[in-house]
Nanobody, 114 residues
Framework: VQLVESGGGLVQAGGSLRLSCTASGFTFDDYAIGWFRQAPGKERELVARISPGGSTNYADSVKGRFTISRDSAKKTVYLQMNSLKPEDTAVYYC?????????WGQGTQVTVSS
């Protein structure tokens, strides 16, 4: 099982970024994929999750600004982040739970300057 994130970077407040999480080593269409984030000194928190059927849920702090989607052909989950705020600064991780075990990507840094 491998999850590889990309798309992070430095952006000004109000800007946008799109993160990608490309999966391999398991049947992509059978599992939910989530995006989490961890800011310095804070616990890792769920940002958004998408089910195999496309149902989504979001943290209250990102509702209306972030959109999660999945592309089965590319085995990739995207996180479109708009209207970014300095408090969105964190390392963003991709996650899936298979057979009761959590799998994580290496993370991608998102920095939002004010």
């Amino acid at each position: 099982v491998q999850l590889v994130e990309s798309g992070g970077g430095l952006v000004q407040a109000g800007g946008s970024l799109r993160l990608s999480c490309t999966a391999s080593g398991f049947t992509f269409d059978d599992y939910a994929i989530g995006w989490f984030r961890q800011a310095p000194g804070k616990e890792r928190e769920l940002v958004a999750r998408i089910s195999p059927g496309g149902s989504t849920n979001y943290a209250d702090s990102v509702k209306g600004r972030f959109t999660i989607s999945r592309d089965s052909a590319k085995k990739t989950v995207y996180l479109q982040m708009n209207s970014l705020k300095p408090e969105d600064t964190a390392v963003y991780y991709c996650n899936s739970k298979l057979f009761g075990r959590d799998y994580w990507g290496q993370g991608t840094q998102v920095t939002v300057s004010s």
